[in-house]
């Protein structure tokens, strides 16, 4: 067995703990299921943020506890991968796939993203869903890096953090944490706020976002929002708030009827297997993981859903397309192998 103590990113994880408890409530804010899955995340975050250099490549992978858990679990090796969460910690959707509904009762695991099957899949246990604000944060972070280097950036993501925390009431929501970075950040540079509203869109806690309320247990009653302020460079930022509203609803609209993500086409059961659309120019697929970003993704965007999406809403038997008559995402494909029975079609 490793001693976890001399492993800085769990060291860095546990400092964080004092220090978020201590600004928020006076080491009794932090009282609720979401304040405790935050100061997970907090910790986790901490450790990123110390850990990373100059050189390294920001949309790489990152972990928590990676040397003390060789060997945790039998014949485990991917500490290095994975340390002691689900998910390393990247931008790369394909490396850390999980956005803010995923702490609560719509989790989802996607196909063919590799995953640490030693950890427990319950959303809202603390650490699991500190993961993902971890990840928010991780995505602000890197963010900020990109713009002012790893020392600036890192210095500026700091203060924000702790000088959010200090804006942060007790038992707090998701919503109301971020609320509290984007306001010291607005305080301290009014430029940056893009950049972290942009961030926490791409992960599901955009504008307009609902968290759970404060008291929930199991992380209920989630919306997610992927609508940012628009970049400061836009030079029409009013369209673009509303164009991505817009897009928002519509691609929630295809949920709704049971559509999957353009890159998760091969989830569920389908009628016969299908290919995922990355892609794709759709409601159903993120404008900032196309090639190009959400530029490129716009620049030739028909606003609608795809071919395929169209014609499974508007042919596929009623049983899979009434809302909430279905599995999440299982039969969404648009061609049917065999004819449906008679009763309930």
């Not at 390294?56 to 972990?63: A, I, K, M, Q, S």
């Not at 509290?180 to 599901?204: C, E, H, M, Y």
């Not at 508007?314 to 809302?323: C, E, G, I, N």
Request: aromatic content about 14%; some cysteine; charged content about 20%.
């Amino acid at each position: 067995e490793r001693d976890s103590s001399t492993d800085f990113g769990i060291v860095a994880h546990e400092w964080m703990h004092y220090m978020s408890n201590r600004l928020i409530g006076n080491a009794n804010g932090l009282n609720n299921n979401q304040g405790g899955s935050m100061g997970e995340g907090w910790g986790d975050w901490n450790g990123l943020t110390q850990i990373v250099r100059t050189g390294d490549d920001l949309d790489g992978v990152y972990t928590t506890g990676a040397w003390a858990t060789y060997l945790l679990w039998t014949n485990y090796q991917d500490n290095y991968y994975y340390g002691i969460r689900r998910y390393p910690y990247s931008t790369r959707m394909d490396r850390f796939p999980l956005t803010f509904k995923d702490i609560g009762t719509g989790a989802v695991f996607p196909a063919g993203v590799p995953r640490n099957t030693n950890i427990p899949t319950t959303p809202s246990e603390v650490h699991n869903a500190g993961e993902i604000w971890s990840e928010m944060l991780w995505e602000a972070t890197a963010s900020l890096m990109k713009t002012y280097g790893i020392e600036g950036g890192r210095d500026r993501m700091m203060r924000y953090v702790a000088d959010g925390m200090k804006n942060t009431p007790a038992s707090p929501p998701y919503g109301q944490a971020r609320d509290g970075i984007i306001t010291a950040a607005n305080a301290s540079d009014p430029n940056d706020v893009p950049l972290l509203w942009q961030a926490f869109a791409k992960r599901g806690i955009g504008e307009g976002a609902v968290s759970p309320v404060s008291g929930s247990s199991n992380h209920s009653g989630i919306t997610e929002s992927f609508v940012a302020q628009a970049p400061a460079s836009d030079a029409a930022p009013e369209a673009w708030v509303a164009r991505m509203r817009f897009w928002t609803a519509c691609h929630e609209m295809g949920h709704a009827f049971n559509l999957a993500h353009a890159w998760q086409k091969s989830l569920g059961t389908p009628w016969m297997p299908i290919a995922n659309e990355p892609e794709a120019r759709s409601f159903m697929n993120y404008p900032f993981r196309v090639a190009g970003g959400q530029t490129a993704f716009f620049a030739d965007f028909e606003f609608r859903f795809s071919d395929a999406e169209l014609l499974f809403m508007r042919h596929a038997p009623r049983r899979f397309v009434q809302m909430g008559n279905a599995a999440w995402f299982d039969h969404h494909g648009f061609a049917q192998a065999s004819r449906p029975p008679a009763t309930g079609a």
